[in-house]
């Protein structure tokens, strides 16, 4: 939990995934007509404009797709933790789920605890959980 950091607003849509990383469990939204999964959360699926889903969930496992290391100006909260990175991760189920975060060491270690010199595009990361405030449950990555 990093102190004074801004957290994601929990939506309709997105409720279900932020329940699912409360348990613990990383949920995506599935089309219940056609099948894709879709991810950020919204109503209607992008391929066949079904409005009926289900939340399923993944295996955990992914790539990091890009990352980047972040330059100031800085949000005061994340200042005193430069240099520290910041992920995309695309998921093994289907590289188009793309999430952001950060790639860490251990589960509820600090941002900045690994050297971004080490990342690497492509290396395959698994997903960690911690509680980053009330009601808020993040995911963030380790290296798999
Ligand atoms: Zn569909």
Redesign the pocket.
């Known amino acids: 939990m990093i102190e004074g950091a801004p957290l994601p607003a929990v939506t309709e849509d997105s409720a279900p995934f932020w329940e699912g990383t409360a348990r613990g469990e990383l949920l995506m939204q599935k089309?219940s007509?056609?099948g894709?999964l879709r991810f950020p959360p919204r109503p209607m699926?992008p391929?066949?404009q079904?409005l009926d889903d289900e939340w399923v969930p993944m295996s955990g496992r992914g790539t990091v797709w890009s990352f980047v290391v972040p330059h100031p100006p800085l949000l005061p909260a994340f200042a005193k933790l430069a240099p520290y990175n910041v992920v995309v991760v695309a998921l093994d189920e289907d590289p188009g789920l793309r999430l952001v975060g950060n790639l860490v060491a251990s589960p509820e270690g600090p941002i900045n605890e690994i050297d971004p010199e080490t990342i690497r595009i492509g290396m395959p990361v698994r997903v960690v959980f911690q509680a980053a405030g009330e009601d808020i449950v993040l995911p963030r990555w380790m290296p798999a």
Do not use: A, E, I
Request: proline fraction near 0%; charge should be positive; include cysteine.
């Open positions: 089309c007509s056609c894709r699926c391929r066949c079904s």
